[in-house]
């Protein structure tokens, strides 16, 4: 905790003169494949292109570079989103959560039949052990996390149920195979923001106010990780692992 307590001092420290960190923002999903429905049937894109937009102005105003990654919803290769982001310091990519069929429920939404959940809620941070740098990886989730807990944002735990844990009071758990975070040459987070099939989530998760916290939060816990992280060598892609689904 008292590391954490660091990173979040450094976050806020005036700027030194050096290069700015340069973080890759990814928007999950994309206007063919829209992901995850939510429980009022809206794609998982959507919700994954507003956050990812609120996230890169506030990388802006903390002075960070940005590098925009699927803004325009047209990438359809995985291995494509991290070919994109080379250069970059760090690779975050915005997404939304959904739940297995088998936990969902069904309902009338707006004249038709549509499907949620009652028994997840909460966001998650997932990293790969497979990455080129997992030390980075890890160290910046788990500040993100913490940072995101200390906004009042809570957790999910059900990833338990799938995932071995990377650091669980913080949200974080490892997903070896998720191809924007292997097939990569820089330090890499996925973030599932919350649970779109959760209908009182959904609604949280459409309010600025609360995307502009979360927004604040993760900009937090990017500007103090990238402060003291080390790079590490970016020229080559990685390969030869089988794809996860994000």
Request: glycine share 8%.
């Amino acid at each position: 905790m008292h590391f954490i307590i660091l990173l979040f001092s450094l976050a806020i420290l005036p700027a030194v003169t050096q290069a700015a960190p340069l973080v890759a923002v990814d928007v999950g999903h994309g206007i063919v494949d829209g992901g995850a429905r939510s429980a009022r049937d809206r794609p998982e894109y959507e919700f994954n292109r507003q956050l990812a937009g609120g996230l890169a102005q506030t990388l802006r105003e903390r002075g960070l570079a940005v590098r925009e990654i699927n803004f325009d919803g047209l990438i359809g290769s995985l291995a494509e989103r991290p070919r994109q982001a080379w250069g970059s310091d760090f690779f975050i990519s915005i997404h939304h959560d959904s739940i297995a069929s088998n936990w969902l429920k069904y309902w009338d939404w707006d004249g038709s039949e549509a499907s949620h959940t009652d028994v997840k809620r909460g966001f998650g941070l997932f990293v790969s052990a497979q990455n080129p740098d997992p030390a980075t990886s890890l160290r910046c989730a788990s500040t993100l996390g913490a940072i995101l807990r200390r906004a009042g944002f809570v957790p999910s735990t059900w990833h338990a149920r799938k995932h071995l844990a990377a650091d669980a009071e913080n949200g974080v758990w490892y997903y070896d195979n998720l191809v924007v975070l292997y097939r990569t040459t820089l330090p890499a987070v996925l973030f599932e923001a919350g649970v779109i099939k959760h209908r009182e989530e959904e609604l949280e998760l459409l309010d600025a106010e609360r995307q502009a916290r979360m927004a604040d939060a993760l900009a937090t816990g990017l500007a103090a990780c990238l402060s003291v992280s080390s790079p590490v060598a970016r020229s080559q892609p990685a390969s030869g692992r089988s794809p996860g689904r994000k």
